[in-house]
């Protein structure tokens, strides 16, 4: 793992989220829960309990049917800016930052690993049994209509014969990565902004099980190919409006 990592003054990241999936003989009851409550408030004053859904889809000949099943309660707790939240849920302990990021070698790793020592403490957590580390990139183009291969690597899969670069463009791709890890990339045009507007969400998941003592070492294995993968979508003309550093 020699890749060094290319950081930027003005990186796009609309949202980091890391969601840790426990390993619990049953899921933590609201009761529960309302235990960290108190442990979170210096840096976490704005707490609310909130109702987790899950949306069902049953597609049949000529027909299709949702519905929503209610999947326990959660805690959510913001800090007084509201950029920082940690969520606890009946099996899954969730850690987001909102712009501005600070970084990962800098703040949100240990932030994460903050958050999970303070949560392991009150419910002795068995083990892990998945890690999802997620970035969500919102990245303004500063001219209309987008020139593909100006700004990205990558772009709509269209013969080069068609004249024009579509304007509307969406993608969900599903990628095995070594060590066990999978990535899920979608990458599209936000549409209805007043401004051409990128969406490059990336998701890199670790699906074994993992021991306690692990968790920082898995937190930077999945960490790690969210840079290659970014980078890998960037020309050097897209690279500079984030300002390298």
Same mark, same amino acid.
């Given at each position: 793992m ?23 003989p !049953? ?18 004053? !704005? ?37 920082d939240?940690?969520?606890?849920a009946?099996?899954?302990l969730?850690? !987001? ?52 291969d ?24 599903q ?7 999978t ?12 401004i ?21 070492s898995?937190?930077?294995?999945v960490?790690?190919?969210? !840079? ?18």
């Amino acid at each position: 793992m020699s890749h060094r990592p290319q950081k930027y003054k003005n990186p796009p990241i609309q949202e980091a989220v890391c969601e840790i999936h426990l390993a619990l003989p !049953n899921p933590l009851t609201p009761e529960e829960i309302s235990k960290i409550g108190p442990v979170w408030k210096a840096a976490y004053p !704005n707490q609310q309990s909130v109702e987790e859904k899950v949306l069902r889809v049953e597609i049949a000949l000529g027909s299709s049917k949702t519905s929503e099943e209610p999947a326990g309660r959660k805690l959510v707790a913001r800090s007084a800016d509201g950029r920082d939240i940690a969520q606890m849920a009946p099996l899954l302990l969730a850690v !987001n930052r909102l712009p501005p990021y600070a970084g990962w070698d800098e703040s949100f790793r240990s932030t994460i690993i903050e958050r999970f020592g303070e949560a392991h403490s009150i419910f002795g957590f068995g083990g892990i049994s998945n890690v999802v580390l997620r970035y969500i990139n919102r990245i303004e183009l500063p001219e209309a209509p987008i020139v593909w291969d100006k700004w990205f690597k990558a772009g709509p899969p269209l013969p080069k014969s068609l004249d024009g670069d579509p304007q509307i463009f969406q993608s969900h791709s599903q990628l095995q990565l070594s060590g066990g890890m999978t990535a899920l990339i979608n990458f599209g045009v936000l549409q209805g902004a007043p401004i051409p507007i990128v969406m490059l969400d990336i998701s890199v998941v670790f699906g074994a099980t993992v021991p306690i003592e692990d968790l920082r070492s898995t937190l930077d294995k999945v960490h790690f190919p969210h !840079n290659v993968l970014f980078e890998s979508y960037l020309t050097d003309s897209l690279r500079s409006i984030f300002h390298p550093i």
